[in-house]
């Protein structure tokens, strides 16, 4: 690229800091095609005694239409799903009491109500959350373990309409 751009005097010659950024700029370019620098739903995960709880909020529309319909999920541009698993030391799903709600920042408020599901030896929490275009959500999320152990999981989140 930078030797075209050389050919067709769009680069002065020895303008090497201008290769240096065309070749930076074919990397973020490369970057983003993978999908790596683009916005990502990433799992997060917190510590409580010996177990993990790992929690994601994705757009509703991430899911294929028949695995929506599977476990009665609505889908749509405006929600998004909230999914709460457990591990214990082991790697082994485990059943918690997990209850939850968010507010956008008017502090307009919903409950999220948590379901259970289990397939094979996974167990995993999922609870729909409504919301605008480009709304901010403070999500809150209480774990209530068998032996008592409770955790609870703020965090904040842009979350956008998808098609």
């Excluded at 303008?15 to 799992?43: D, F, N």
């Excluded at 409950?111 to 094979?120: A, D, H, P, Q, Y």
């Excluded at 030896?121 to 809150?140: I, N």
Aim: aromatic fraction near 8%.
């Amino acid at each position: 690229m930078a030797q075209f751009a050389r050919n067709y005097r769009i680069l002065p010659p020895g303008a090497k800091y201008m290769t240096k950024l065309l070749r930076g700029v074919h990397l973020v370019c490369g970057l983003i095609a993978l999908g790596i620098l683009a916005p990502s739903y990433a799992e997060q995960k917190v510590t409580a005694g010996d177990h993990e709880i790992h929690y994601i909020i994705f757009p509703t529309t991430f899911l294929r239409p028949n695995i929506a319909s599977q476990y009665d999920i609505a889908r749509g541009k405006n929600r998004s799903l909230v999914n709460v698993s457990v591990l214990n030391k082991d790697g082994n799903a485990v059943r918690a009491d997990v209850t939850g709600r968010s507010r956008n920042l008017l502090e307009q408020g919903q409950t999220l109500n948590f379901s259970m599901v289990e397939e094979g030896s996974a167990v995993y929490y999922l609870a729909l959350l409504s919301h605008g275009d480009e709304e901010v959500h403070r999500v809150e999320i209480e774990v209530e373990l068998a032996d008592g152990t409770h955790k609870t999981i703020s965090m904040q989140q842009k979350l956008y309409w998808e098609e």
